[in-house]
């Protein structure tokens, strides 16, 4: 049996016990037999049962102490709330099959093993480009089908060609490695890596206007999330030189599916090759007309269907578990907030916060509302803790602002575990530091300083009562605003009139202002506004027109 000891810490903060016990794990889709033989050698009591109906696995849940999954099983909310589960496992990296909040709710860890799959998704995203390049699913099937057309799929050689990869994590740069060898130019867009660190593997790090024109082939490695949906569209493919082709192996949605369509069509895309789709599986693939289309080459998300892949997503999973089990680490998991309670109740709340201003930051440091549009580098992240009540928490602090900045830009899910590695493996210089001496406003303060190229930039806030969380400081202003759901900031020559006109063009696309703060410093002020919903970039545009306005930017939290 795998056990712990109060004497054993938990990786995940310096002063809490890890308290799992993992007597036994139930493995309810076919998986490698590494798996198996990694947790029984650890002491752990295995059952593999694989199809089981989502009645009878609701029955037979309470049995086990965890369970691993791949994406056959779903793990629903009332599978959970019928279990006594400690971990629930995924071997692999996405976790839509598994009802994270209500596993959050009831302190359940959920891990995934998104590493596992780098390569093989690496070498999908390789083969679909030189797929593209020469042609060949179309002259195979075509010579299958009895037709000699040399002529009809002449290619292109991709040496000396421009290889635009939108997102430079892990996968990223193993597709900018490879495709390197066949002598193809390397260049980028990512939104929180430094140009030094993209220089260190040869690719030239660009903004997005830049990209478009250069692009002879287009790959996406991005998540999926508010501002990578429709990245590529009607207007960004317009922009691409003509022919340009296009891989995506990342998540269906980045790429708009209709206006890629179009753009195969009517020449101005040259090809498309797709492992992943809006709608998985699609509804009815044989009349899809982009699926059908000659120039266009699917696949059905293969990007992690390896032998290899599944050995190590199997291997890795099983680790985790045991790791976690014997106070080693927590590795992997996904759920901040699991992973948060064994906090203590006094820390929650300065957890939370602090995740929410590394997502703040995040949200505003791309195309900030306090700077121009232009996209300005991001040097460097310090993350003060100031007063007796936060001492000695300054590295979990860190850990939750890095957590909810990268888990908003990039797609390798991030935790209080892993969010130090990760920023270092994407070359963010970050710091910290505690400042024993009180506030001059409030008793304890977390506060982001973020330097850019452009200057730094302060995002500060407090909890006080009963864990109310406060946003106090943006930049040179102060404010006292509750860091929750839709907001707006925009910033003005302090003038009569323009709150009026504001709160008039949010009343005009009906959208409620539940709450409003103001800052002045000099002849400027900063509002912040929390609204009933989602304030979208058109109406932001809109305020952006008002007399004074210069600039405005909504952000969710």
Same mark, same amino acid.
């Given at each position: 049996m795998v056990s712990t000891t109060k004497e054993r810490q938990s990786s995940m903060s310096g002063d809490?016990?890890?308290?799992?016990?993992?007597?036994?794990?139930?493995?309810?889709?076919?998986?490698?037999?590494?798996?198996?033989?990694?947790?029984?050698?650890?002491?752990?009591?295995?059952?593999?049962?694989?199809?089981?109906?989502?009645?009878?696995?609701?029955?037979?849940?309470p049995e086990y102490d965890g369970i691993i999954v791949r994406s056959g099983t779903t793990v629903t909310k009332e599978v959970i709330e019928a279990s006594n589960l400690k971990i629930?496992?995924?071997?692999?990296?996405?976790?839509? +099959?598994?009802?994270?909040?209500a596993a959050t709710k009831k302190g359940i860890i959920v891990m995934n093993t998104p590493g596992g799959n780098t @390569?093989?998704?690496?070498?999908?995203?390789?083969?679909?480009?030189?797929?593209?390049?020469?042609?060949?699913?179309?002259?195979?099937?075509?010579l299958k089908q009895g037709r000699w057309d040399r002529k009809k799929y002449m290619g +292109?050689?991709?040496?000396?060609?421009?290889?635009?990869? #939108?997102?430079?994590?892990?996968?990223?740069?193993?597709?900018?490695?490879?495709?390197?060898?066949?002598?193809?130019?390397?260049?980028?867009?990512?939104?929180?890596?430094?140009?030094e660190v993209a220089k260190s593997f040869n690719v030239e790090l660009l903004g997005l206007e830049e990209l478009w024109p250069r692009a002879d082939f287009i790959t996406v490695h991005t998540p999926l999330i508010a501002a990578t949906r429709g990245l590529l569209n009607d207007e960004s493919m317009a922009k691409c030189?003509?022919?340009?082709?296009?891989?995506?192996?990342?998540?269906?949605?980045?790429?708009?599916?209709?206006?890629? #369509?179009?753009?195969?069509?009517?020449?101005?895309?040259?090809?498309?090759?797709?492992?992943?789709?809006?709608e998985e599986p699609p509804a009815d693939p044989a009349h899809n007309a982009l699926i059908q289309n000659d120039k266009v080459v699917v696949t059905p998300h293969l990007g992690a269907s390896t032998e290899e892949a599944q050995a190590k997503v199997a291997r890795e999973i099983a680790d985790q578990f045991v790791d976690a089990a014997n106070g080693r680490a927590v590795n992997g998991s996904i759920n901040a907030v699991a992973i948060t309670h064994a906090l203590g109740t006094k820390m929650k709340p300065w957890v939370a916060l602090a995740?929410?201003?590394?997502?703040?930051?995040?949200?505003?440091?791309?195309?900030?509302?306090?700077?121009?549009?232009?996209?300005?580098?991001?040097?460097?992240?310090?993350? @003060?803790?100031?007063?007796?009540?936060?001492?000695?928490?300054?590295?979990?602090l860190t850990s939750a602002v890095l957590a909810g900045l990268l888990n908003h830009l990039q797609s390798t899910p991030v935790n209080l575990v892993n969010a130090f590695d990760l920023a270092s493996e994407m070359g963010i210089n970050v710091s910290s530091e505690s400042i024993l001496d009180q506030h001059a406003v409030y008793q304890n303060v977390v506060t982001v300083r973020v330097l850019r190229e452009d200057g730094e930039h302060d995002y500060a806030g407090t909890v006080f009562g009963k864990g109310q969380q406060r946003l106090t400081t943006v930049d040179n202003f102060a404010f006292e605003v509750k860091p929750e759901?839709?907001?707006?900031?925009?910033?003005?020559?302090?003038?009569?009139?323009?709150?009026?006109?504001?709160?008039?063009?949010?009343?005009?696309h009906h959208i409620n202002i539940a709450d409003f703060n103001m800052g002045r410093e000099g002849r400027e002020a900063l509002t912040i506004i929390n609204a009933d919903s989602h304030v979208s970039d058109e109406v932001c545009e809109q305020i952006r027109q008002i007399d004074f306005v210069t600039h405005c930017r909504s952000i969710e939290l």
């Amino acid at each position: 049996m795998v056990s712990t000891t109060k004497e054993r810490q938990s990786s995940m903060s310096g002063d809490v016990d890890d308290l799992l016990d993992l007597k036994s794990v139930l493995i309810s889709d076919p998986i490698d037999p590494i798996c198996v033989q990694i947790l029984e050698q650890a002491g752990v009591k295995v059952t593999c049962k694989s199809k089981v109906p989502p009645a009878e696995l609701i029955k037979i849940i309470p049995e086990y102490d965890g369970i691993i999954v791949r994406s056959g099983t779903t793990v629903t909310k009332e599978v959970i709330e019928a279990s006594n589960l400690k971990i629930i496992g995924r071997a692999g990296t996405g976790v839509d +099959n598994i009802d994270v909040p209500a596993a959050t709710k009831k302190g359940i860890i959920v891990m995934n093993t998104p590493g596992g799959n780098t @390569l093989s998704a690496a070498e999908h995203t390789c083969a679909l480009i030189c797929s593209l390049a020469r042609n060949i699913p179309q002259a195979n099937m075509a010579l299958k089908q009895g037709r000699w057309d040399r002529k009809k799929y002449m290619g +292109n050689e991709l040496n000396g060609k421009t290889l635009v990869i #939108l997102g430079l994590g892990r996968i990223g740069r193993e597709v900018a490695t490879r495709m390197q060898a066949f002598g193809m130019v390397t260049i980028g867009y990512d939104p929180i890596l430094p140009k030094e660190v993209a220089k260190s593997f040869n690719v030239e790090l660009l903004g997005l206007e830049e990209l478009w024109p250069r692009a002879d082939f287009i790959t996406v490695h991005t998540p999926l999330i508010a501002a990578t949906r429709g990245l590529l569209n009607d207007e960004s493919m317009a922009k691409c030189k003509k022919g340009f082709q296009i891989v995506n192996c990342a998540r269906g949605g980045i790429i708009d599916e209709a206006a890629l #369509l179009r753009a195969v069509e009517s020449g101005q895309c040259g090809g498309a090759a797709l492992d992943v789709f809006e709608e998985e599986p699609p509804a009815d693939p044989a009349h899809n007309a982009l699926i059908q289309n000659d120039k266009v080459v699917v696949t059905p998300h293969l990007g992690a269907s390896t032998e290899e892949a599944q050995a190590k997503v199997a291997r890795e999973i099983a680790d985790q578990f045991v790791d976690a089990a014997n106070g080693r680490a927590v590795n992997g998991s996904i759920n901040a907030v699991a992973i948060t309670h064994a906090l203590g109740t006094k820390m929650k709340p300065w957890v939370a916060l602090a995740s929410k201003l590394g997502l703040l930051t995040a949200q505003l440091i791309l195309g900030s509302a306090f700077t121009k549009a232009e996209q300005k580098e991001l040097v460097r992240i310090k993350v @003060l803790v100031q007063g007796k009540h936060v001492q000695g928490a300054a590295k979990t602090l860190t850990s939750a602002v890095l957590a909810g900045l990268l888990n908003h830009l990039q797609s390798t899910p991030v935790n209080l575990v892993n969010a130090f590695d990760l920023a270092s493996e994407m070359g963010i210089n970050v710091s910290s530091e505690s400042i024993l001496d009180q506030h001059a406003v409030y008793q304890n303060v977390v506060t982001v300083r973020v330097l850019r190229e452009d200057g730094e930039h302060d995002y500060a806030g407090t909890v006080f009562g009963k864990g109310q969380q406060r946003l106090t400081t943006v930049d040179n202003f102060a404010f006292e605003v509750k860091p929750e759901g839709a907001m707006v900031f925009y910033r003005n020559e302090d003038r009569p009139g323009v709150l009026a006109q504001v709160s008039k063009t949010l009343f005009e696309h009906h959208i409620n202002i539940a709450d409003f703060n103001m800052g002045r410093e000099g002849r400027e002020a900063l509002t912040i506004i929390n609204a009933d919903s989602h304030v979208s970039d058109e109406v932001c545009e809109q305020i952006r027109q008002i007399d004074f306005v210069t600039h405005c930017r909504s952000i969710e939290l």
